[in-house]
């Protein structure tokens, strides 16, 4: 079935560092995927998302590029601040299909 | 817009209690999910509903697990009997559809089973 491998955390970085946490995907269709954060105490939000081959979803600094061509979908952002530290989850949903989340990355950023 | 709301945000119950989780949609989403994240891992489908109808329940634990969805938009979940490895956040979720489309998520409820 489909299925979403994050790599493991948790991931430690100064502020001002570059990020990327990488994802890829097992699917038989064409999913859309996700990148979904979670702040302490709080719900999963929406971070950016890509419905197509080659889409790239960005929203508060953060990219992602969907790469059928390597079942990936990584997150990146150039500079990030300490107000990034938050759980990240990979996603995606496909025809038919619910929702499936990876594992989860903890991000911590220090000042 | 109104996000997806939740009650209660924290539950305490001892094991072999019940418990019931509501959650309200956004109005005019015909999906609802409801999922189990344990602490450290990413969130578990337990059950999807389309309208009032159940569209994926298979990793629904049947034997102490039921939801439902009455008039095609609030639901409840409930837990009974609950066990020690119940403990976890119970998130609900809605989308319009449910392909390829993203999920809106409440902010969850947390259950510790002692």
């Known amino acids: 079935g489909d299925s979403v491998t994050q790599m493991e955390g948790p991931v430690t970085l100064s502020e001002e560092a570059c990020l990327t946490i990488n994802c890829t995907y097992t699917a038989t269709g064409y999913p859309s995927l996700f990148w979904y954060v979670q702040y302490p105490g709080e719900g999963l939000q929406l971070l950016l998302k890509?419905?197509?081959?080659?889409d790239k979803g960005s929203n508060k600094g953060f990219e992602a590029t969907y790469r059928k061509e390597t079942t990936s979908f990584h997150l990146e952002k150039g500079s990030v601040q300490v107000s990034d530290s938050a759980v990240y989850f990979c996603?995606?949903?496909?025809?038919?299909?619910?929702?499936?989340f990876g594992a989860g990355t903890r991000l911590t950023v220090k000042p | 817009e109104a996000g997806v709301a939740q009650s209660p945000r924290y539950k305490i119950i001892e094991k072999r209690q019940s418990v019931a989780f509501w959650c309200n949609p956004i109005s005019g989403h015909a999906t609802l999910y409801w999922y189990q994240q344990i602490l450290g891992q990413g969130p578990k489908l337990l059950i999807q509903?389309?309208?009032?109808?159940?569209?994926?329940d298979s990793q629904l634990p049947k034997d102490r697990f039921s939801a439902e969805r009455l008039k095609g938009v609030d639901s409840t979940l409930k837990i009974q009997p609950a066990k020690l490895e119940d403990s976890a956040v119970y998130l609900c979720?809605?989308?319009?559809?449910?392909?390829?489309?993203?999920?809106?998520f409440g902010q969850g409820t947390r259950l510790t089973v002692v």
């Open positions: 979720a809605s989308s319009i559809y449910s392909q390829n489309t993203e999920a809106f």
């Open positions: 509903f389309q309208n009032n109808g159940v569209v994926d």
């Open positions: 996603a995606l949903s496909d025809r038919g299909n619910d929702m499936r």
């Open positions: 890509a419905t197509k081959a080659d």
